[in-house]
Every structure is written in structure tokens, then in C-alpha cells.
């Protein structure tokens, strides 16, 4: 007889092949964050060199050979190497290069359509003009179909379940790139739609779990790129009030509503709310001053920056007190300001501001709020008394009958209502001090 002892749990034994050892698998990550570098250092390179005699058409045929280039690298690793993460990343830098494609043809298409009017950039790499009309018809043929054929196989390596969202949130981004606009107006709107247009889709492509990982994350930044480059583009032109005020709207959005989906560090989260309220009152100022061309001396006009004070209050994960007691005090500022200097409509807005800020101070039982909301009605109850005192004047017996009824009237209520009011005061000052 012999007896076996089995081991009841055996040591695993590991594939070299299929499980390379830790040290490899660091040697080969290095490697592949190498050769992605030195491919976007290089292609970079290329397009500041700034040659001279370089045509504008050949520059954008030698980008057309890099992003093919990068396809036929990944299609190598995928059925020569069978190797999909090699793959993934060649097609993505494929992607990646396809929205600068998109940013010549239509560079092409502007120098074209507006001729000598075109505004021309001091750099040299940045032209597109003098490309005739066919070969401008050629490459955009040629773009299309890249974008489709590429996007479609970088994106279904990357996040296959979500292929479909992915490339026509790419098209819609390539598609407004591609318009031929440089003007002071419509990139402004175009990069606005273009922001929410994306912002959407990413909202919907976060719920997705498998989005989250480095495929599916990069997936999603690659979206962005269209975007960057709008913004980019629009920077080097001209600027204009109405793309810093979009600029500054689109920093508030994603500082202080987006910036908590993508990060747990509560000081990055702070930090980014804070500069999301800065570039959000930055905004209104601009609006304020340059559009309407009232300047910061029209004190109802600076009311708004109050108002997004306690919206943003609503929004910020901390510190929303603070917010809602710094708008309750610019808001008292300004009126006190615009009562002072006998603006227009400064009494309605005492009254206005008065109430809101009160029901404010009643929803969050806060004391800064509701008490600068008594004085602002208190500033523009006395404003109309000025009315009574001008009516007094005119007719002062009349005035005093009336008066000395409001009196009576008056002391009659107390007589019968005391008790009921000095248990609703009481009430009311144990409610105040309990408040924040």
C-alpha cells in the first residue's frame, strides 16, 4: 500500500506566459506611458516647427498619416500580437489625433470661404490658406470617414457597451469644430452648446460602472477634446466679453456642480467651489458692466450676485451658511447704497429684497438673513414715508384724522388681541434665540 498526503490547499501555480511577474509588468507600463509620450511630444513637435516650406495641405497629410499610422499599430497589436491593451491605446491616440484633423480641414474651409477677409493668425503653423477647393473637398470627404471608421473602433475597444454614445457625442463635437466661424459672437455660442451637449452625455455615461475604469475614463476625456480645441482656438483669435463671460460660466459649472463627482478630497472639492463662485460672480460683473454697459454704480444691477450667492448655497457640500450670510449682507449693502443715492425702483427693491431675505432667514432659522431683511424693509417703508410727509403738508387736518383713527383703531386691537400677541412675541423671541 502507499499512502498519498494531498495538500489540501495547494500553492498556485502561476503561467509566466499569461501572468508575468510584478517587476515585468511595471517594465512593460513604463514602456507604454514611453511610447505614448514620446507620440504626442513628437506630434506636437511637428506641428510648432513652423516650417516654412511646409504647404498648409501636406501638413494636414502628414497628420492623416500619423492617425493611420497609430490604426495600423493597434490593428498589429490586436490580431498580429493578440494583444488588446496595446491595441486600446494605439486606437485611442487615434482618436485623440482625429478632432486636430478636424481643426485643419476646417481652418481650410475658413481661409477659403472668407478669403481676404479671413483674420490670419501670427502663427505659422495655425494657416490653412491657399488649399483649392478639390483638395479642401478631399480631405473633409476623407475626415468624415476617419471619424466614423476610427472613432468607432477606438471607442468599441475602449467602452464597447457605449460605442454608439460615444461616437455621436464625437461627431457633434467634430461637426461644430468643422464650421468655418472666427467672429467675436458664434464661437462663444457654439462652445456653449457644445459644453452642455457634453455635459449631458457624461452624466448619462457616469451611471455606467464600467465606465470607470482607465478604458472607459479615457473613452470619456477623449469627448472633451473638441471642446478644448473651440476654446483654444477662440482664445488665439480676438477675445470678446461674451467668450469670457461663457469661459467664466463654464468654470462655475464644473467647479462647483461637477468637481464633486470625480474627486472625495474635501479641501480639492472646497477649493474648487471657491473659485466656481469666484468665476460665477465674475461673470455677472462682466455682463453687468460691459453688455449692459451700466458699470457697478447701478446698485439693483449688482442684486443678482447676491441672489447667486444663496442658489450657490444650496450647491456647495460646505460652508453654506457662510454663503447665504455673505449674500444676506452684499444684498443689505446694496440696498442701503441704492436708497442712499435715490436710484431707480430703490424702494420696490428694499421691499422685494426685504421679504426675501426674511423668508430665507425663516427656512434656515438663521439670525444674519432675517434681520437684514427687516432692514432693508424697514430703508424702504421709510422711503415712502417720505410720501406721507408730502401728503401731510398738502392737507395736514386731514392727515391728522387720519392718523388719530389709525390710533384708535389701533389700541382697540391691542385691548382685546393682548394676550394673544405678548404669548406670540415670547414665542417668537425663544424661536429667535434658538436660531443659528
Known amino acids: 500500500m502507499y499512502a498519498y498526503k494531498l495538500d489540501s490547499n495547494p500553492e498556485p501555480i502561476l503561467d509566466t506566459a499569461t501572468h508575468p511577474p510584478a517587476l515585468a509588468t511595471q517594465i512593460i507600463g513604463y514602456l507604454r506611458w514611453a511610447g505614448t509620450g514620446l507620440i504626442v511630444i513628437s506630434a506636437i513637435g511637428f506641428m510648432l516647427q513652423s516650417r516654412a516650406d511646409l504647404l498648409p495641405a501636406y501638413r494636414y497629410w502628414i497628420g492623416l ?20 491593451t496595446g491595441a486600446r491605446i494605439f486606437f485611442a491616440l487615434g482618436v485623440a489625433f482625429l478632432p486636430v484633423q478636424v481643426s485643419q480641414v476646417s481652418a481650410m474651409l475658413y481661409a477659403f470661404s472668407q478669403g481676404s477677409l479671413a483674420l490670419q493668425l501670427p502663427y505659422h ?12 473637398a478631399a480631405d473633409f470627404i476623407i475626415t468624415v470617414l476617419l471619424l466614423v471608421l476610427v472613432g468607432y473602433a477606438g471607442f468599441a475597444m475602449l467602452a464597447r457597451r457605449q460605442v454608439k454614445r460615444l461616437l455621436q457625442a464625437l461627431l457633434l463635437g467634430s461637426f461644430l469644430l468643422l464650421l468655418p466661424v472666427r467672429d467675436a459672437y458664434w464661437p462663444p455660442v457654439l462652445i456653449t452648446l457644445l459644453f452642455f451637449a457634453l455635459r449631458a452625455v457624461e452624466q448619462q455615461l457616469r451611471q455606467d460602472s464600467t465606465l470607470r475604469l482607465g478604458e ?6 477623449l469627448l472633451s477634446l473638441p471642446l478644448l480645441i473651440l476654446i483654444g482656438r477662440s482664445l488665439l483669435h480676438p477675445a470678446s466679453c461674451l467668450l469670457g463671460i461663457v469661459l467664466a460660466f463654464i468654470t462655475a459649472v464644473i467647479c462647483i456642480l461637477d468637481l464633486k463627482h470625480y474627486t472625495k478630497s474635501a479641501s480639492i472639492i472646497d477649493a474648487g467651489q471657491f473659485v466656481g463662485t469666484l468665476a460665477a460672480l465674475l461673470a455677472w460683473l462682466n455682463v453687468t458692466d460691459t453688455l449692459l454697459g451700466l458699470g457697478y454704480q447701478h446698485y439693483g444691477l449688482l442684486l443678482p450676485a ?21 449674500g444676506a449682507v452684499l444684498a443689505c449693502g446694496l440696498i442701503t447704497g441704492s436708497l442712499l443715492d435715490g436710484q431707480a425702483f430703490a424702494p420696490l427693491l428694499a421691499l422685494a429684497t426685504g421679504l426675501s431675505l426674511s423668508v430665507v432667514g425663516l427656512r434656515y432659522h438663521e439670525k444674519v438673513p432675517f434681520f437684514a431683511g427687516h432692514l432693508c424693509c424697514l430703508g424702504g417703508v421709510l422711503f415712502y414715508c ?16 387720519g392718523l388719530g383713527l389709525a390710533v384708535l383703531l389701533a389700541a382697540s386691537y391691542l385691548e382685546k388681541r393682548q394676550q394673544h400677541i405678548i404669548r406670540k412675541v415670547d414665542a417668537y423671541w425663544h424661536e429667535l434665540q434658538s436660531w443659528g
Do not use: H
Open 65 to 84: 498619416g500619423l492617425t493611420l499610422l497609430l490604426c495600423a499599430g493597434g490593428m498589429i497589436c490586436r490580431y498580429g500580437l493578440k494583444e488588446t
Open 125 to 136: 503653423w495655425l494657416q490653412f490658406g491657399n488649399v483649392s477647393p478639390s483638395l479642401i
Open 216 to 221: 472607459g475614463l479615457t473613452a470619456r476625456v
Open 306 to 326: 447676491a441672489l447667486l450667492l444663496f442658489i450657490l448655497s444650496v450647491y456647495v457640500d460646505r460652508y453654506s451658511a457662510t454663503y447665504r450670510l455673505l
Open 386 to 401: 417720505g410720501y406721507a410727509i408730502d401728503a401731510y403738508q398738502q392737507a395736514p387736518w386731514l392727515s391728522t384724522i
